[in-house]
């Protein structure tokens, strides 16, 4: 068997993030298994004799179910195909990249991993928040927004969080950020610690939405915030002004 299944991170929107190795596989492909995150000037480019299948996910609404995914990835390598699963930013943060990459070797399909720029660094980025400073933040930590704190036995220590000097950067979180913003006050977090919301990555429609975090969901609610975006918690959001220029050029509208 030749066929060969490639996790690809397409970055966080636009082909000017997009890495030379993961632009030449995808030149190559037989079949490419895509969702929304890569952003249309990426999906507008992909190569015409590529079968596309769609594997959006939008609000927990998905167009196939996991399973059905990964069966289909198995299924098209065994027959001898060059399998792209393209994926926004990098396939293994919150990606489901490793799940996938287990399934794939289960059954003895090759797999090969082609990392992606990170919208979780290179979204603050793009809008002169960096998510370590000397002056405000010494680490960074990346959550997932899909975690419900008020659940009976939550994946999170938010007490700890709540006491981290460092930067939070949540992905998938603007559906829970009411909950998240209430649980890390009620743990100690400062009520008044900054917070930025970044919708649409580097798109050009992409909006920047600033509160504390005490009043931060509610903000949101009045300003319709909607997925996809970035949520950074902490004082390197201090470092936020929108008189400034983009530090990464934005893409596809």
Request: net charge neutral; glycine share 12%; hydrophobic share 40%.
């Amino acid at each position: 068997m030749t066929g060969k299944v490639y996790l690809v991170g397409s970055g966080p929107g636009g082909t000017g993030l997009l890495t030379q190795r993961a632009a030449e596989i995808i030149d190559a492909a037989d079949v490419i298994f895509y969702d929304q995150l890569p952003g249309e000037e990426i999906l507008s480019a992909l190569p015409g004799k590529a079968e596309k299948i769609d594997c959006g996910k939008f609000g927990g609404r998905h167009t196939r179910e996991q399973d059905e995914i990964e069966s289909l990835m198995v299924d098209r390598a065994q027959k001898d195909l060059v399998v792209v699963r393209l994926k926004g930013g990098d396939p293994f943060l919150f990606g489901r990249g490793g799940e996938e990459c287990k399934t794939l070797r289960a059954a003895g399909i090759a797999v090969e991993m082609v990392p992606g720029v990170s919208s979780a660094f290179a979204v603050p980025a793009s809008v002169g928040i960096p998510v370590t400073h000397r002056k405000y933040a010494s680490q960074v930590t990346i959550l997932t927004g899909h975690e419900d704190p008020a659940k009976p036995e939550p994946a999170l220590d938010w007490k700890l969080l709540a006491q981290s000097r460092g930067t939070i950067v949540i992905l998938m979180g603007v559906s829970n950020l009411e909950n998240i913003a209430r649980a890390l006050v009620a743990n100690g977090k400062k009520p008044d610690t900054p917070v930025a919301i970044i919708e649409r990555g580097l798109r050009k429609d992409r909006r920047v939405t600033t509160g504390p975090l005490s009043t931060i969901g509610d903000l949101a609610r009045q300003a319709g915030v909607k997925p996809p975006a970035v949520i950074v918690i902490g004082d390197v959001v201090r470092l936020y002004d929108p008189a400034q220029p983009d530090l990464i050029p934005r893409g596809d509208a």
